[in-house]
Protein backbone atom coordinates (compact mmCIF):
# COMPACT_ATOMS: atom_id res chain seq x y z
CA UNK A 1 0.00 0.00 0.00
CA UNK A 2 1.51 3.47 -1.40
CA UNK A 3 0.78 5.87 1.55
CA UNK A 4 1.24 9.14 2.19
CA UNK A 5 1.33 10.22 5.85
CA UNK A 6 0.66 14.00 7.71
CA UNK A 7 0.41 14.45 11.33
CA UNK A 8 -3.18 15.56 11.21
CA UNK A 9 -2.53 18.01 13.88
CA UNK A 10 -4.48 20.21 14.49
CA UNK A 11 -1.21 22.50 14.83
CA UNK A 12 -1.59 26.13 16.52
CA UNK A 13 1.08 28.38 16.49
CA UNK A 14 0.98 32.15 17.21
CA UNK A 15 0.45 35.04 14.45
CA UNK A 16 3.86 35.96 13.24
CA UNK A 17 5.57 32.52 14.01
CA UNK A 18 7.18 30.08 12.04
CA UNK A 19 4.45 26.95 10.84
CA UNK A 20 6.24 23.56 10.06
CA UNK A 21 4.86 20.54 8.44
CA UNK A 22 5.83 17.70 7.76
CA UNK A 23 4.86 14.40 5.17
CA UNK A 24 6.69 11.15 4.77
CA UNK A 25 5.42 9.25 1.79
CA UNK A 26 6.30 5.00 1.15
CA UNK A 27 7.32 5.04 -2.49
CA UNK A 28 10.79 5.35 -3.25
CA UNK A 29 10.64 6.06 -6.85
CA UNK A 30 8.55 8.92 -6.02
CA UNK A 31 9.54 12.16 -8.04
CA UNK A 32 6.87 14.76 -7.79
CA UNK A 33 5.85 16.86 -4.47
CA UNK A 34 3.33 19.03 -3.91
CA UNK A 35 1.65 21.00 -1.10
CA UNK A 36 -2.04 22.09 -1.32
CA UNK A 37 -4.09 24.27 0.89
CA UNK A 38 -7.85 23.75 1.68
CA UNK A 39 -9.77 26.32 3.06
CA UNK A 40 -12.79 24.24 5.13
CA UNK A 41 -15.71 23.80 2.25
CA UNK A 42 -13.45 25.14 -0.62
CA UNK A 43 -11.00 22.95 -2.99
CA UNK A 44 -7.53 22.11 -2.61
CA UNK A 45 -5.50 24.87 -3.85
CA UNK A 46 -1.87 24.45 -4.97
CA UNK A 47 0.65 26.24 -3.30
CA UNK A 48 3.85 24.75 -3.91
CA UNK A 49 5.62 21.94 -6.04
CA UNK A 50 9.26 20.37 -5.55
CA UNK A 51 10.99 17.89 -7.55
CA UNK A 52 14.84 17.67 -6.18
CA UNK A 53 16.35 17.76 -2.72
CA UNK A 54 17.06 20.53 -0.69
CA UNK A 55 14.84 23.82 -0.54
CA UNK A 56 12.42 25.61 -2.23
CA UNK A 57 10.90 29.17 -1.74
CA UNK A 58 8.36 31.13 -2.60
CA UNK A 59 7.45 34.21 -0.45
CA UNK A 60 6.58 32.90 2.74
CA UNK A 61 6.64 29.38 1.63
CA UNK A 62 9.28 27.27 1.43
CA UNK A 63 8.96 23.74 0.43
CA UNK A 64 11.75 21.12 1.60
CA UNK A 65 12.83 17.61 0.31
CA UNK A 66 14.88 14.92 1.23
CA UNK A 67 14.16 11.85 -1.33
CA UNK A 68 16.69 9.58 0.56
CA UNK A 69 14.79 10.10 4.06
CA UNK A 70 11.44 10.26 2.22
CA UNK A 71 10.48 13.41 3.88
CA UNK A 72 8.95 16.89 2.41
CA UNK A 73 7.89 19.42 4.79
CA UNK A 74 6.69 23.20 4.51
CA UNK A 75 7.54 25.81 6.48
CA UNK A 76 5.36 29.11 6.26
CA UNK A 77 7.21 32.04 7.71
CA UNK A 78 5.44 35.27 9.42
CA UNK A 79 2.36 33.00 9.72
CA UNK A 80 -1.20 35.18 9.23
CA UNK A 81 -4.43 34.25 10.51
CA UNK A 82 -5.64 33.96 6.45
CA UNK A 83 -2.79 30.98 6.94
CA UNK A 84 -5.25 28.99 9.05
CA UNK A 85 -6.70 26.12 6.60
CA UNK A 86 -6.10 22.34 6.28
CA UNK A 87 -2.60 21.64 4.14
CA UNK A 88 -2.09 18.78 1.77
CA UNK A 89 0.86 17.18 1.24
CA UNK A 90 0.81 14.81 -2.20
CA UNK A 91 2.95 12.95 -3.99
CA UNK A 92 3.23 10.95 -7.02
CA UNK A 93 3.52 7.23 -7.09
CA UNK A 94 3.48 4.27 -9.66
CA UNK A 95 1.85 1.45 -9.70
CA UNK A 96 -0.88 0.17 -12.88
CA UNK A 97 -0.82 4.10 -13.28
CA UNK A 98 1.11 7.49 -12.20
CA UNK A 99 -1.08 9.31 -9.82
CA UNK A 100 -0.84 11.89 -6.59
CA UNK A 101 -1.53 10.08 -3.59
CA UNK A 102 -2.34 12.54 -0.71
CA UNK A 103 -2.16 12.73 2.49
CA UNK A 104 -5.41 13.32 4.86
CA UNK A 105 -3.74 16.75 6.04
CA UNK A 106 -2.87 19.02 8.67
CA UNK A 107 -5.26 21.67 9.71
CA UNK A 108 -3.44 24.63 11.06
CA UNK A 109 -4.64 27.80 12.95
CA UNK A 110 -2.74 30.66 13.59
CA UNK A 111 -3.73 32.72 16.16
CA UNK A 112 -3.85 36.81 16.14
CA UNK B 1 -9.96 32.01 -17.24
CA UNK B 2 -8.30 28.65 -16.60
CA UNK B 3 -10.94 27.18 -14.65
CA UNK B 4 -12.55 23.85 -13.63
CA UNK B 5 -16.07 23.80 -12.81
CA UNK B 6 -18.67 21.49 -11.62
CA UNK B 7 -22.22 21.50 -11.12
CA UNK B 8 -24.57 21.26 -9.05
CA UNK B 9 -22.33 22.14 -6.28
CA UNK B 10 -24.84 21.15 -4.01
CA UNK B 11 -27.11 18.23 -4.09
CA UNK B 12 -29.73 16.61 -1.96
CA UNK B 13 -31.57 13.68 -3.15
CA UNK B 14 -32.88 10.15 -2.26
CA UNK B 15 -31.86 6.56 -2.22
CA UNK B 16 -31.63 4.97 -5.84
CA UNK B 17 -32.58 8.29 -8.01
CA UNK B 18 -30.06 8.32 -10.68
CA UNK B 19 -27.88 11.70 -11.02
CA UNK B 20 -24.62 13.26 -12.85
CA UNK B 21 -22.33 15.45 -11.43
CA UNK B 22 -20.87 17.38 -14.91
CA UNK B 23 -17.32 18.44 -14.44
CA UNK B 24 -15.64 20.92 -17.81
CA UNK B 25 -12.18 21.87 -18.26
CA UNK B 26 -10.89 25.31 -20.39
CA UNK B 27 -7.24 24.29 -20.56
CA UNK B 28 -6.96 21.24 -23.16
CA UNK B 29 -5.80 19.41 -20.20
CA UNK B 30 -5.21 15.17 -20.97
CA UNK B 31 -6.14 14.08 -17.39
CA UNK B 32 -9.01 14.58 -15.71
CA UNK B 33 -10.17 12.56 -12.38
CA UNK B 34 -12.91 12.06 -9.70
CA UNK B 35 -11.94 12.44 -5.65
CA UNK B 36 -14.24 12.13 -3.23
CA UNK B 37 -13.37 13.44 0.36
CA UNK B 38 -14.67 12.05 3.65
CA UNK B 39 -13.35 13.54 7.19
CA UNK B 40 -10.46 11.03 8.40
CA UNK B 41 -10.25 9.47 4.94
CA UNK B 42 -8.54 12.50 3.23
CA UNK B 43 -8.75 12.32 -0.65
CA UNK B 44 -9.59 9.44 -2.44
CA UNK B 45 -9.92 8.95 -6.18
CA UNK B 46 -13.08 6.98 -7.94
CA UNK B 47 -12.22 7.16 -11.36
CA UNK B 48 -9.54 8.78 -13.93
CA UNK B 49 -9.67 9.40 -17.71
CA UNK B 50 -5.84 9.66 -19.63
CA UNK B 51 -7.93 11.03 -22.51
CA UNK B 52 -10.94 11.01 -24.36
CA UNK B 53 -12.71 7.51 -24.76
CA UNK B 54 -9.88 6.06 -21.91
CA UNK B 55 -11.09 5.79 -18.37
CA UNK B 56 -9.87 3.64 -15.38
CA UNK B 57 -11.04 2.92 -12.33
CA UNK B 58 -9.06 5.02 -9.09
CA UNK B 59 -9.34 3.75 -5.55
CA UNK B 60 -12.97 3.59 -4.77
CA UNK B 61 -14.93 2.88 -7.84
CA UNK B 62 -17.57 1.14 -6.94
CA UNK B 63 -21.22 2.59 -7.17
CA UNK B 64 -20.04 5.17 -9.33
CA UNK B 65 -19.49 5.67 -13.34
CA UNK B 66 -18.06 8.05 -15.80
CA UNK B 67 -16.99 8.80 -19.50
CA UNK B 68 -15.17 10.78 -21.51
CA UNK B 69 -16.45 11.25 -24.73
CA UNK B 70 -15.24 15.01 -25.66
CA UNK B 71 -11.96 16.42 -24.20
CA UNK B 72 -13.16 18.72 -21.91
CA UNK B 73 -16.07 17.26 -19.90
CA UNK B 74 -15.97 14.43 -17.26
CA UNK B 75 -19.27 13.53 -15.92
CA UNK B 76 -19.53 11.30 -12.90
CA UNK B 77 -22.66 9.05 -12.82
CA UNK B 78 -24.09 7.77 -9.49
CA UNK B 79 -26.62 5.09 -10.95
CA UNK B 80 -28.09 4.05 -7.61
CA UNK B 81 -27.08 6.63 -5.29
CA UNK B 82 -26.38 4.91 -1.13
CA UNK B 83 -26.14 6.88 2.01
CA UNK B 84 -22.57 6.32 2.28
CA UNK B 85 -21.83 7.68 -1.05
CA UNK B 86 -22.83 10.95 0.78
CA UNK B 87 -19.65 13.27 0.79
CA UNK B 88 -17.57 16.32 -0.79
CA UNK B 89 -16.67 15.53 -4.81
CA UNK B 90 -13.98 17.17 -6.63
CA UNK B 91 -13.13 17.11 -10.03
CA UNK B 92 -9.65 17.80 -11.14
CA UNK B 93 -7.82 17.48 -13.94
CA UNK B 94 -4.28 18.13 -14.92
CA UNK B 95 -2.13 18.96 -18.15
CA UNK B 96 -0.78 15.16 -19.34
CA UNK B 97 -0.93 12.51 -16.63
CA UNK B 98 -1.91 11.62 -12.87
CA UNK B 99 1.77 12.62 -11.46
CA UNK B 100 1.31 16.33 -12.80
CA UNK B 101 -0.33 19.43 -10.90
CA UNK B 102 -3.83 18.26 -10.14
CA UNK B 103 -6.33 21.67 -10.50
CA UNK B 104 -9.34 21.19 -8.75
CA UNK B 105 -13.12 22.45 -9.22
CA UNK B 106 -15.04 23.80 -6.31
CA UNK B 107 -16.85 20.35 -5.52
CA UNK B 108 -19.90 19.28 -5.31
CA UNK B 109 -21.33 18.82 -1.95
CA UNK B 110 -23.77 15.37 -2.00
CA UNK B 111 -26.50 14.33 0.17
CA UNK B 112 -28.07 10.71 0.01
CA UNK B 113 -30.88 10.39 2.02
Known amino acids: QKEVEQNSGPLSVPEGAIASLNCTYS??????FFWYRQYSGKSPELIMS????GDKEDGRFTAQLNKASQYVSLLIRDSQPSDSATYLC????????????FGKGTKLTVNP | EAQVTQNPRYLITVTGKKLTVTCSQNMNHEYMSWYRQDPGLGLRQIYY???????DKGDVPEGYKVSRKEKRNFPLILESPSPNQTSLYFC????????????FGPGTRLTVL
Open chain 2, 92 to 103: ASSFSSGSDTQY
Open chain 1, 27 to 32: DRVSQS
Open chain 1, 90 to 101: AVNMRGGSEKLV
Open chain 2, 49 to 55: SMNVEVT
Open chain 1, 50 to 53: IYSN
